[in-house]
């Protein structure tokens, strides 16, 4: 009985001597398909591996990508040097601790003995053409784990950059992101603290932002889940500023998929917005999609990215609008509301395409006269006379029976139907000779 002990103990050491060499490799591996997978994301970077040291139980890499956006690079680094007018590249060092245990890692902080591929910290940095570096706040935390689910946590204290004469302060930030061995299901979740930026005349904050959510690429290109995101204030206060700001942002979007079909939500509301000439406003939006074509949906997508070449003419993406627009889709706004001192705003809209199962025969004529719309408004009647009020051609509305006064109210009505658009009961036919 004890000879088994004794095997199946320097068994197990063996399998942890020679495993980080081993995992080692597949650490290198899933670092390089990570990188790759990031490149294939975006079209506006690119990565480039500038050195990998494996050793046995640790491995050390650096890698660079290059940016575009230059206004992103000087928020995080600072300005960059007067002699230099190139977006600097992003670098990323990177230290790995590999082996199914990875011992090593805890000589360093948030180090683990979780089992998995790799245990790694990264930090970051910007590199401008002139050879200086400026580091970025914070550092990167990853784990590989033994199916290839991959964790990335991204966490910083508090800290501060001089930009363009004035200050940017940040509070910290903890922002945790999953993924699976195929990057295809993604959940993330995290926070980040208060922001100011300031300068001899003017100051501006952002309060803490808190965000959960989850996306499944896996059938769907475009992807589908739920996010949620919450902002606690933000306020600009100065003589260069224009009041602004508000006391509580809400945001919630969720989408999913049934079948071949695309359905969606979006929730948001506002309090205590600032709306120049209105004044403070609680706003409140309750949307939906339903019923779009998955494939036709991620295909007109696609024609709106390659439109983005100055070339690029509404033609390019017609003959994707159209099969979009051939199966079919409702949109429904079940609610938008803004509520001010004097009174509330409140209304609903609802459309609806029927299918059509021929895209070679769209035409804009031939949409107006499928689709179904209404729209119902109700302003009250206090907010309706300060409206009036700080832009007096609003009146016209009432004028010429846009609106209807109702009691304490002033209502809108309006259907389209058959071409024909009806406010309050009187129609109003719209022309179709639009361009075939």
């Given at each position: 009985?004890?000879?088994?002990?004794?095997?199946?103990?320097i068994?197990?050491?063996?399998?942890?001597?020679?495993?980080?060499?081993?995992?080692?490799?597949?650490?290198?591996?899933?670092?390089?398909?990570?990188?790759?997978?990031?490149?294939?994301?975006?079209?506006?970077?690119?990565?480039?591996?500038?050195?990998?040291?494996?050793?046995?139980?640790?491995?050390?890499?650096?890698?660079?990508?290059?940016?575009?956006?230059?206004?992103?690079?000087?928020?995080f680094?600072?300005?960059p040097?007067?002699?230099?007018?190139?977006?600097?590249?992003?670098?990323?060092?990177?230290?790995?601790?590999?082996?199914?245990?990875?011992?090593?890692?805890?000589?360093?902080?948030?180090?683990?003995?979780?089992?998995?591929?790799?245990?790694s910290?990264?930090?970051?940095?910007?590199?401008?053409?002139?050879?200086?570096?400026?580091?970025?706040?914070?550092?990167?935390?990853?784990?590989?784990?033994?199916?290839?689910?991959?964790?990335?946590?991204?966490?910083?204290?508090?800290?501060?950059?001089?930009?363009?004469?004035?200050?940017?302060?940040?509070?910290?930030?903890?922002?945790?992101?999953?993924?699976?061995?195929?990057?295809?299901?993604?959940?993330?979740?995290?926070?980040?603290?208060?922001?100011?930026?300031?300068?001899?005349?003017?100051?501006?904050?952002?309060?803490?932002?808190?965000?959960?959510?989850?996306?499944?690429?896996?059938?769907f290109?475009?992807?589908?889940?739920?996010?949620?995101?919450?902002?606690?204030?933000?306020?600009?206060?100065?003589?260069?500023?224009?009041?602004?700001?508000?006391?509580?942002?809400?945001?919630?979007?969720?989408?999913?998929?049934?079948?071949?079909?695309?359905?969606?939500?979006?929730?948001?509301?506002f309090?205590?917005?600032?709306?120049?000439?209105?004044?403070?406003?609680?706003?409140?939006?309750?949307?939906?999609?339903?019923?779009?074509?998955?494939?036709?949906?991620?295909?007109?997508?696609?024609?709106?990215?390659?439109?983005?070449?100055?070339?690029?003419?509404?033609?390019?993406?017609?003959?994707?609008?159209?099969?979009?627009?051939?199966?079919?889709?409702?949109?429904?706004?079940?609610?938008?509301?803004?509520?001010?001192?004097?009174?509330?705003?409140?209304?609903?809209?609802?459309?609806?395409?029927?299918?059509?199962?021929?895209?070679?025969?769209?035409?804009?004529?031939?949409?107006?006269?499928?689709?179904?719309?209404s729209?119902?408004?109700?302003?009250?009647?206090?907010?309706?006379?300060?409206?009036?009020?700080?832009?007096?051609?609003?009146?016209?509305?009432?004028?010429?029976?846009?609106?209807?006064?109702?009691?304490?109210?002033?209502?809108?009505?309006?259907?389209?139907?058959?071409?024909?658009?009806?406010?309050?009961?009187?129609?109003?036919?719209i022309?179709l000779?639009?361009q075939?």
């Amino acid at each position: 009985m004890k000879r088994w002990v004794v095997i199946l103990l320097i068994a197990l050491a063996v399998v942890l001597l020679l495993s980080p060499g081993i995992v080692g490799r597949m650490a290198e591996r899933n670092l390089s398909d990570s990188l790759s997978w990031m490149q294939q994301e975006s079209d506006d970077i690119v990565v480039t591996s500038e050195a990998f040291q494996r050793g046995w139980f640790t491995s050390e890499g650096r890698h660079r990508i290059a940016l575009s956006d230059a206004g992103l690079a000087e928020i995080f680094g600072g300005p960059p040097p007067a002699d230099s007018d190139q977006p600097p590249t992003l670098i990323i060092d990177t230290h790995i601790d590999h082996g199914l245990v990875p011992f090593t890692s805890l000589g360093r902080e948030h180090g683990t003995l979780v089992p998995g591929i790799a245990s790694s910290v990264s930090t970051l940095s910007l590199e401008y053409e002139t050879g200086d570096v400026v580091e970025l706040p914070g550092r990167m935390y990853s784990s590989v784990g033994l199916t290839g689910d991959t964790t990335h946590r991204y966490l910083t204290d508090e800290g501060s950059r001089i930009i363009d004469g004035g200050t940017l302060s940040w509070q910290g930030a903890d922002i945790t992101v999953t993924s699976d061995s195929s990057r295809r299901v993604f959940t993330f979740d995290g926070s980040i603290e208060p922001l100011s930026l300031e300068d001899e005349l003017n100051s501006g904050r952002l309060g803490r932002i808190t965000f959960t959510g989850a996306q499944d690429r896996r059938v769907f290109e475009l992807g589908v889940g739920d996010m949620r995101i919450e902002v606690d204030g933000a306020q600009g206060v100065g003589p260069a500023l224009e009041e602004a700001g508000f006391r509580r942002l809400v945001a919630e979007l969720s989408t999913e998929l049934h079948g071949d079909r695309v359905s969606g939500r979006y929730r948001m509301e506002f309090d205590d917005l600032i709306s120049d000439p209105l004044g403070s406003m609680d706003l409140e939006l309750d949307l939906s999609v339903t019923g779009l074509h998955a494939t036709s949906l991620q295909a007109l997508v696609d024609a709106l990215d390659r439109a983005q070449d100055p070339s690029a003419t509404s033609a390019d993406i017609e003959p994707e609008f159209a099969a979009l627009v051939a199966y079919g889709w409702q949109f429904h706004m079940e609610r938008f509301s803004f509520r001010l001192p004097q009174g509330d705003l409140r209304g609903t809209l609802n459309v609806e395409i029927p299918a059509s199962g021929d895209p070679d025969q769209f035409s804009w004529p031939a949409l107006l006269l499928a689709m179904k719309a209404s729209m119902d408004v109700s302003i009250d009647a206090p907010l309706y006379d300060y409206m009036v009020t700080v832009q007096p051609e609003f009146a016209t509305a009432a004028a010429m029976g846009l609106l209807s006064a109702t009691g304490d109210t002033y209502e809108m009505k309006a259907a389209f139907e058959s071409g024909l658009l009806t406010i309050n009961g009187a129609p109003l036919p719209i022309p179709l000779n639009m361009q075939q």
